[in-house]
Nanobody, 125 residues
């Protein structure tokens, strides 16, 4: 059974940094993984994704240049380094993983099979 466990969320002041981690267990293969977020009263939105190889990365325009996604395939863990955080980054951040190989639609939530329970990120003004 595949499980995703996020960690690293917390409270930070605007301009600060946080690093989220997502550890995948129960899968012998490496698939593309992504980060999504949902703020109160808003729909879930794409943040970033990384291909199974780690070579290709993708970002929402709102985080480009501030967030960096990376992965350690050996331990099947994906990271999201977040810098220059803004109050509008406040949300629950979810990690997601595919169960198939496809080089497109990384920003589409329903293209991911497995989801973590989320970790809260709060950025104070």
């Amino acid at each position: 059974q595949v499980q995703l466990a996020e960690s690293g969320g917390g409270l930070v002041q605007a301009g600060g940094s946080l690093r989220l981690a997502c550890a995948a267990s129960g899968s012998s293969k490496t698939y593309a993984m992504g980060w999504f977020r949902q703020a109160p009263g808003k729909e879930r939105e794409f943040v970033s994704a990384i291909s199974w190889s780690g070579v290709n990365t993708f970002y929402a325009d709102s985080v480009k240049g501030r967030f960096t996604i990376s992965r350690e395939k050996d331990i099947n863990t994906v990271y999201l380094q977040m810098t220059t955080l803004k109050p509008e980054d406040t949300a629950v951040y979810y990690c997601a993983m595919r169960d198939f190989y496809d080089g497109s639609n990384y920003d589409v939530g329903h293209r991911y099979r497995y989801w973590g329970q989320g970790t809260q990120v709060t950025v104070s003004p």
